[in-house]
Structure formats: C-alpha cells, structure tokens
T-cell receptor, first 110, second 113 residues
Framework: RKEVEQDPGPFNVPEGATVAFNCTYSNSASQSFFWYRQDCRKEPKLLMSVYSSGNEDGRFTAQLNRASQYISLLIRDSKLSDSATYLCVVKRDNAGKSTFGDGTTLTVKP | DAGITQSPRHKVTETGTPVTLRCHQTENHRYMYWYRQDPGHGLRLIHYSYGVKDTDKGEVSDGYSVSRSKTEDFLLTLESATSSQTSVYFC????????????FGPGTRLTVT
C-alpha cells in the first residue's frame, strides 16, 4: 500500500461543475498537509495548505480528517483553467520530508 | 514564490558519463530537496539538505550524490549516468520551519542515451 493514495483519475467535468478529490495517508504521525497543482510539463505549485479546521480559498475548499487519515479538495464552479493534475502532499517528519500522491488529473470541458 | 532556478533545463548525455545538476535559490531557505518525477511513480525524494554541509538520503538515492557548500546552492550529481536515470528532476526549498510548504524550481529534463 502506498503511503499517500489519491483518487484514480482522470476526472472529466463540464465548466461550472463541482468536483471533489480525496487523498488518504497511512502515517498517523504526519504533520502537515498540502494540495499542489501541476500543469503539463511544469513544476508543482502550491494550491493550498490543509488545516484541521478546514480552509477555503475562493472556489477551493480543503479539509483534513486526522481520525480517518484523509484529506479532501473541493473545487466549485470549475473553470477551464482548473484543468491540471492535483497532487496531495503529506509532510511526515521534522526534516520536512514529504510524500507525494501520484496525482489526479482534472480536465474541465466547455 | 521562492526564487529557484535550475540548470541546465535540458540535457542529453550518454550512459556512463557524470552529470551535475544545479539548484540555486535566493530566499535563504534552510531546507532544499531533489526529486525525480516519472510516469507511474509521481515525485520521489532523492536527497535533501537541512543546512550547509548537512544532507541525507531520500527514498531513491542509489546512484546519486549531493553537495551543499552554500545556503543558496544544492548540487545533484549522477556519478555514472544510466538510462534508468532518464527523468525530470525538480529541486524544491522550504523555509526555516520544516513544516512549511515547499516551492519548486522549473525542473531539468535529463535524457540518458
């Protein structure tokens, strides 16, 4: 079993749709959680950190459930520009080493 | 975003040759990381550094070495490149607290023929 597992993709949705991604992690001692976005042939870029209380940034909402060891990302009112691969990232120790999920590909269609 | 540059951005080399990739940052971040990204494997940590001259292995360190003689520079060396090291290599940095998010450089696309 992988340390960080994400929903298998791809997700193909129409503009305006709401889409949710889930991610589970196996190390209960994990410390920090993030969602990154990666466009084709580009570097990953931070989308948002994930806090225990849940957090929202515009159309994006991230939630963390430590008891069940999963993280979610909700995208509302999808735009064409949201098309990308979304990476779930878990920091697992004091050296800041991170484990990345394999990513979930989202394609938003007109 | 942290000012992170990588050089070269693209390289083609032959099996058995040594290769050094450079990562340079201008944010005075303490932590630096080298990852490789391959289809079906996602991003995997090769080596990381938690300060000048302080480095440690990641999950796929065989065949790679690193050095960090200055805060701003983190070098990744393939002593004798193999075709299995054909990949996209990303450098990342993180601030003074290791719980902070990581910022990535633009990547180096390496092909070993």
């Amino acid at each position: 079993r992988k340390e960080v597992e994400q929903d298998p993709g791809p997700f193909n949705v129409p503009e305006g749709a709401t889409v949710a991604f889930n991610c589970t992690y196996s190390n209960s001692a994990s410390q920090s959680f993030f969602w990154y976005r990666q466009d084709c042939r580009k570097e990953p870029k931070l989308l948002m950190s994930v806090y225990s209380s849940g957090n929202e940034d515009g159309r994006f909402t991230a939630q963390l459930n430590r008891a069940s060891q999963y993280i979610s990302l909700l995208i509302r009112d999808s735009k064409l520009s949201d098309s990308a691969t979304y990476l779930c990232v878990v920091k697992r120790d004091n050296a800041g080493k991170s484990t990345f999920g394999d990513g979930t590909t989202l394609t938003v269609k007109p | 975003d942290a000012g992170i540059t990588q050089s070269p951005r693209h390289k083609v080399t032959e099996t058995g040759t040594p290769v050094t990739l450079r990562c340079h940052q201008t944010e005075n971040h303490r932590y630096m990381y080298w990852y490789r990204q391959d289809p079906g494997h996602g991003l995997r940590l090769i080596h990381y550094s938690y300060g000048v001259k302080d480095t440690d292995k990641g999950e796929v360190s065989d065949g790679y070495s690193v050095s960090r003689s200055k805060t701003e520079d983190f070098l990744l060396t393939l002593e004798s490149a193999t075709s299995s090291q054909t990949s996209v290599y990303f450098c990342a940095t993180s601030g003074q607290d290791s719980s902070y998010e990581q910022y990535f450089g633009p990547g180096t696309r390496l092909t070993v023929t």
